[in-house]
């Protein structure tokens, strides 16, 4: 059944996935998008967007107004992690704030499903990795603290208005759509793939390794990096499963790679000997991130198509390759 689908944040890097995901399956799409973060080229030609913030109520009931929602994906979010440490109001004020001027709009427009790009980050250090939906929730930064406050406000949405909701939460998400030509393209630029390609680009002259002394195999921290698309595919796969009521799942492929086996990936991917620096730890990094997505694989029946590192990396150079300034590139060909 076709339906109609708001996705806010769907200009950004996940979200404008997600809407080739839902276009592909023959759903209409309308994108929301203050292009703080997001590209007017990466949202797809048959998805009308929206330039407006989430902090606008008259912006969102003119929006509503012009469109009868089946259900919201929420992408829109200040999301550097690092940077809420120095502007944790920011953070947790503006995160919440749009989140809850989102949440009233749909409540009032009756629309009754909403799924929340939320984080692995709610967990902080977590008590035991692989980290699955048990594990107590303790975040270690403002970013994840807006997160999980919006997931209980969600509970209480469900809870009183009957608004359900899904809960994906991830770590690091890599890679590029390989038929639509859209990437990952953040200014600036925090993410270690894209942060390789750019010294493979002579955009910058080395990677910068923030240390080599943890308890790992390499002394390198270690995450689990999903692709791109099998985000996109869990967020729209979870849509259905909101017939049955409200979930939360943790997404990744349930693998870790050290920053040094990324680093190895991306010289055998671009051929390029990509010089690294060791530099000094960043506070708060845990040795070893890996989300445990038993429960979507048996609830959902989602299976990660890409789990070899190599070929998530070469997703995504294939597409910085021919977009080496991003999309300011693909805008200035055009």
């Known amino acids: 059944m076709s339906r109609t689908y708001l996705v806010t944040g769907g200009a950004g890097y996940i979200g404008s996935h997600v809407v080739v995901d839902l276009l592909t399956r023959g759903h209409r799409v309308v994108v929301f998008d203050n292009l703080q973060q997001g590209h007017r080229q990466a949202v797809h030609v048959d998805a009308p967007l929206v ?24 992408f829109a979010a200040n999301s550097l992690v ?12 503006d995160n919440v ?25 709610i967990f902080g250090l977590p008590e035991r990795v692989p980290i699955d939906e048990d594990v107590a929730r303790n975040p270690a930064n403002p970013y994840g603290e807006s997160k999980l406050i919006i997931e209980q406000i969600l509970r209480w ?4 208005h009957g608004l359900r909701s899904a809960a994906l939460r991830y770590f690091n998400a890599a890679g590029a759509h390989p038929t ?10 925090t993410h270690l793939i ?6 493979v680009l002579g955009q910058r002259p080395f990677v910068e390794v923030f240390g080599d002394d943890y308890p790992t195999p390499d002394g390198t921290c270690i995450r689990d990096y999903i692709h791109v698309c099998d985000l996109a595919d869990a967020h729209v796969r979870v849509l259905d499963a909101l017939e049955d009521g409200s979930c939360h799942y943790n997404v990744g492929i349930g693998r870790g790679y050290s ?5 190895d990936a991306v010289r055998r991917v671009t051929g390029h000997p990509l010089p690294a620096r060791i530099g000094g730890r960043r506070a708060g990094d845990p040795p ?11 609830e959902l029946g989602w299976q990660p198509r890409f789990t070899d590192l190599d070929e998530i990396v070469a997703t995504a150079w294939r597409w910085r390759a021919a977009h080496p300034q991003g999309f300011a590139h693909r805008q200035a060909a055009s």
């Open 51 to 74: 330039v407006g913030d989430l902090n606008d109520p008259e912006a969102l009931r003119h929006l509503f107004g012009r469109y009868r929602f089946d259900g919201i994906l929420h």
């Open 97 to 121: 704030t749009n989140a809850l001027n989102l949440i009233r709009a749909a409540i009032e427009h009756d629309v009754r499903r909403l799924v929340l790009s939320s984080t692995c980050a």
């Open 259 to 263: 920053v040094q086996e990324v680093l």
């Open 82 to 93: 690092g940077e809420s440490m120095k502007r944790p109001l920011r953070y947790v004020g």
């Open 194 to 199: 894209p942060i390789c390609f750019e010294v």
């Open 288 to 298: 070893v991130l890996v989300a445990e997505p038993g429960r979507i694989r048996s």
């Open 157 to 160: 949405a469900d809870e009183v």
């Open 180 to 189: 639509f030509g859209i990437g990952e393209d953040h200014s600036p630029e």
